[in-house]
């Protein structure tokens, strides 16, 4: 069984293959913004639990760029450029319902929250170590408890010199921020060694 994304599922094609991917066996989320879509076409897809429909749309993929997404991230306001820097990535071989984790996420618990004018006032300083500062998930409070592993990897990745680091959306991916590309470097060799993510990889910020 795969788990598959399906965009503009909801669509005259797109809700034929999510018919098609369910009876063949998988797990389908479809993914569609409904402006052309209609719910009518996957009706008889709602009530089976191999089948999640997600109202999205694909905006923030696409622009390029840093941005301020507002809403469920369909809401776009263009920033300036983030400041380079050296990101690494590592994925631990766990998978994560992100609608487990929404339907597990108390807003009334949630004590802090990321400082995002701040984080629009670091970029536009330039100020890679600012931004990294003022970075935040509140939905670390719901998954990293489940998977600890998480919270192991970013406490590697600042041991081995991140500025700072965070898991990605509803996880389980961990990114961190480092100041040069040695340490980057330095710190995916130990995560593969340590064995706790499986797939760690190096990138750097990019300017249109």
Partial sequence: ????????????IGSHLCTRLINDGHEVICLDNFFTGSKDNIAHLMNNHHFEIVRHDVTYCIMRGTALAEGIGEKLTRLPD???CHILIAKPPVNVSTKLVYENLDSTQIKSHPDIDGIIEAIKLKDVALVASRMGNVLESVTVP???VIDSIKRDMIEHGAINAMM?????????IFPDEQSMIACQQFLRQKGEARQVYTTETFTP
């Fill in 1 to 12: 069984m795969k788990r598959i994304l399906v965009s503009g599922g909801a669509g005259f």
């Fill in 82 to 84: 983030m400041p380079f």
């Fill in 146 to 148: 489940l998977y600890p």
């Fill in 168 to 176: 990605s959306g509803s996880g389980p991916t961990v990114f961190g």
